[in-house]
């Protein structure tokens, strides 16, 4: 038989959380720092109004674009937070879960050889989707010196001819850094210079625990060249749902929806119904969710720094990403042995590209009673 | 409301030192400002939430209680009298058909059945009494009684 593969899948290697996590499937009385989803259930407001939609017999297909009353809610949402409008007709695009809206994004700017680049550790779909689309990711990478922040000298080195785009992630997952708006506009003039997209997955954006988060399209001249991606798996626990969206100019969003229709043709409504409850009603919830994650990340920081394991104060997200250097150990080693020893499960930095290594990601979306046992024994790890 | 007291009111058992860390405070500064709370009465006691089943039979019922008010103390005078009784957990002035509940415990029926009948229904005062006995409780505090642990996230995920 002929090889039933293709090349192009092939191409890409699995990730390595996929490869970590069926090392610690079937493992009895692990304490996961590994998951990158909230350890609280869906607010149940937003549960209830689930059920009732389904009740109500919502369970049909919507628009391509979504249903009209989830992206006027949207709409108005982002206009009441930060002023930016766009149009629920023609600029935003409803998407089963940001991965959906990010991989569009990726096929509708994206020609076979466009170099896009991605700056690392980043989430591990970035470059994979830029293969799959024919185009050539280009790691940047990050350092914990600049904070993993992405800085315009990097950016400027790594661009040639050929780049298209530039994928931007703050919060950013995995190291839970975050950009000011003095950072971003710098950013911004070499995207101007160089006649660039980006593409801007701020999911995590209300998980922000330090000054205001500014959407990479409110910067001057940025909202026609930015494709903003958000959704509500992370600030409303709401992984499950599978809900995204994207903010972009008519023009990108008419060739999202092409693409999105002839594939995944509508998120589903169920979840939808209950993103539009989710914004209605979800401020006071989530507000409660980010002050519990605050806590968690003071605590978790603190320890892993007195633990001599170096550890920035992540401005976002929910992950802590401690140097783990001074044991002498990979990233790869210490998440391994970490993980067979102590029954503790962190991700190695290395999942999330090179410059990952001598890092590994805890999640502290993890209930702080889990939380401490976890940091405890860490303790004990690293002493033994 | 005020970040100490949405901790304690979760883990009444979490340390000055805990929270200082979870909020960045000093330990003394989180000292200092628990004193404060307790000595102004917002924290009143430090407390176990007990599910009862579990722990012994011990039985609870809500009391519908209609007074007379007296005049110039309403119903303060009667109230005082009925809080000051160790069986009475809770009582409440309401607006609606009756004036006062009260939430009695008993280690049986015929214990709080006596109490009513006895010391409540014979205050001067109190003109009538309903006492509905409480089945099961789903909920108390904010706290779901008989709540399965769960933990149905994949322990790695991105």
């Known amino acids: 038989m002929r090889d039933p593969v293709s090349s192009r899948a092939k191409a890409v290697p699995p990730s390595g959380i996929r490869r970590f996590f069926e090392m610690v499937i079937g493992m009895p009385d692990v304490i996961s720092l590994g998951v990158g989803e909230p350890d609280f259930v869906t607010p149940w407001h937003i549960r209830e109004a689930c059920i009732y939609s389904l009740e109500q017999g919502y369970t049909m297909y919507t628009s391509n674009f979504g249903l ?18 766009y149009d629920p007709e023609g600029e935003i695009l409803v998407t089963t879960g940001v991965s959906e809206a990010y991989d569009l994004a990726i096929r509708a700017v994206v020609n076979p050889g466009d170099e896009v680049i991605v700056h690392e550790p980043s989430y591990v779909s970035y470059k994979p989707c830029v293969t799959f689309a024919g185009g050539v990711p280009v790691a940047v990478a990050t350092s914990a010196d600049d904070g993993f922040k992405l800085t315009p000298e990097a950016l400027e080195k790594a661009i040639t001819d050929r780049t298209k785009a530039l994928v931007l992630n703050y919060p950013n997952n995995p190291t839970g850094a975050t950009m000011s708006e003095k950072e971003l506009e710098e950013i911004a003039d070499v995207v101007v210079e160089h006649d660039l997209i980006v593409i801007s997955d701020e999911v995590y954006w209300m998980l922000t625990y330090e000054g205001v988060h500014r959407p990479f399209s409110s910067l001057n001249g940025m909202k026609e060249r930015t494709i903003l991606l958000d959704g509500f798996s992370k600030a409303y626990a709401m992984t499950g749902f599978r809900i995204g969206f994207s903010l972009a100019s008519p023009e990108i969003t008419e060739a999202m929806m092409k693409l999105h229709q002839y594939t995944m043709l509508c998120a589903p409504i169920t979840g939808q119904m209950s993103a539009i409850e989710a914004l209605r009603h979800g401020k006071k919830e989530v507000d409660a969710m980010v002050r519990e994650y605050k806590r968690r990340r003071n605590v978790i920081v603190k320890r892993l720094n007195d633990l001599g394991l170096p550890c920035a104060t992540p401005g976002g997200a929910f992950y802590a990403f401690p140097d783990i250097t001074s044991t002498s150990l990979t990233s790869e080693e210490f998440s391994t042995g970490l993980l067979k020893e102590e029954k503790v499960a962190v991700v190695p930095g290395t999942a999330f590209g090179e410059s990952g290594e001598g890092f590994v990601r805890c999640s502290y979306a993890t209930a702080m009673e889990d939380l401490k046992t976890a940091l405890d024994r860490i303790e004990r790890f690293i002493s033994s | 409301m005020d970040e100490i007291l949405e901790i304690l009111e979760k883990d009444a058992r979490t340390t000055p030192e805990e929270i200082a860390r979870m909020t960045g405070r000093s330990p003394a500064e989180v000292k200092a400002a628990i004193r404060e709370l307790e000595k102004k009465g917002v924290i009143l006691k430090y407390t176990a939430i007990i599910n009862k089943d579990l722990a012994d039979s011990a039985v609870q019922a809500l009391i519908e209680v209609k007074v007379t008010p007296q005049r110039g103390i309403g119903y303060d005078a009667v109230a005082e009298r009925i809080i000051k009784f160790p069986e009475v957990l809770t009582a409440y002035l309401l607006s609606g058909t009756y004036d006062i509940l009260v939430i009695v415990e008993g280690r049986n029926l015929q214990e709080v059945a006596t109490f009513v009948s006895e010391k409540l229904a014979t205050l001067d005062q109190v003109t009538g009494t309903v006492t509905h006995f409480m089945l099961k409780k789903y909920k108390e ?14 322990l790695v995920s991105p």
């Open chain 1, 68 to 85: 009209l009353e989830l992206r006027e809610e949207i709409s108005r949402f982002y206009g009441k937070r930060h002023g930016l409008q």
């Open chain 2, 141 to 154: 505090q904010g706290v779901i009684f008989h709540r399965k642990k769960r933990n149905k996230r994949l």
